[in-house]
């Protein structure tokens, strides 16, 4: 079993829906949850980090975390085709900055 | 504030070849992490390293290595490149490495082509 399990993909909503991102994780031990957001050919950029159980908001995005059942998801409301992007869920585990990415959820949003 | 800074950014080599990457941290940051990102096997952490100590390292073979220099600057090397080790290399900084689960800040990344 992977440590970070997320559904590849492709996802896709029409403007102005909301796309949710969901991502299941094994190690129990995790503390910290990132999302971070690729576009094509380019490098990862942090978009929320999590760590209490609960919702998380920032603008358009909302990062959710449940530790009891192992989830973390996020949610862009008014979604629009900029956000179109590979969306990774990581996690910090093994101590230190060792972060475990799941494979990513590849976004289309549809003009 | 200047972000993560990762030369070169393209390059092409050839099997059995050795290549050198640098990482310059956001200034302030201590901790250096690597990260390999294929098309197949998504993003995978090579190591991690802070105050010149190499704290984490994954699962990759010896030919991987890497280093830190007292200025928080890495570099990684990469020893008789194999085809399969064409990848999208990434360095992440980070501000506070005493605790674990700060985030990590990307690089733009170095593309490495081996044929």
């Known amino acids: 079993q992977k440590e970070v399990e997320q559904n590849s993909g492709p996802l896709s909503v029409p403007e102005g829906a909301i796309a949710s991102l969901n991502c299941t994780y094994s190690?129990?031990?995790?503390?910290?949850f990132f999302w971070y957001r690729q576009y094509s050919g380019k490098s990862p950029e942090l978009i929320m980090s999590?760590?209490?159980?609960g919702d998380k908001e920032d603008g358009r995005f909302t990062a959710q975390l449940n530790k009891a059942s192992q989830y973390v998801s996020l949610l862009i409301r008014d979604s629009q085709p900029s956000d179109s992007a590979t969306y990774l869920c990581?996690?910090?585990?093994?101590?230190?900055?060792?972060?475990?990415f799941g494979i990513g959820t590849k976004l289309q949003v549809i003009p | 504030k200047a972000g993560v800074t990762q030369t070169p950014r393209y390059l092409i080599k050839t099997r059995g070849q050795q290549v050198t990457l640098s990482c310059s941290p956001i200034?302030?940051?201590?901790?250096v992490s690597w990260y390999q990102q294929t098309p197949g096997q998504g993003l995978q952490f090579l190591f991690e390293?802070?105050?010149?100590?190499?704290?984490n390292k994954g699962n990759f073979p010896g030919r991987f290595s890497g280093r830190q220099f007292s200025n928080s600057r890495s570099e990684m090397n990469v020893s008789t490149l194999e085809l399969g080790d064409s990848a999208l290399y990434l360095c992440?900084?980070?501000?506070?490495?005493?605790?674990?689960?700060?985030?990590?800040?990307f690089g733009e990344g170095s593309w490495l082509t081996v044929v």
């Open positions: 992440a900084s980070s501000w506070d490495s005493q605790s674990s689960g700060n985030t990590i800040y």
């Open positions: 190690d129990r031990g995790s503390q910290s």
């Open positions: 999590i760590y209490s159980n």
């Open positions: 990581a996690m910090n585990s093994g101590g230190y900055q060792k972060v475990t």
């Open positions: 200034s302030g940051h201590r901790s």
């Open positions: 390293y802070f105050s010149e100590t190499q704290r």
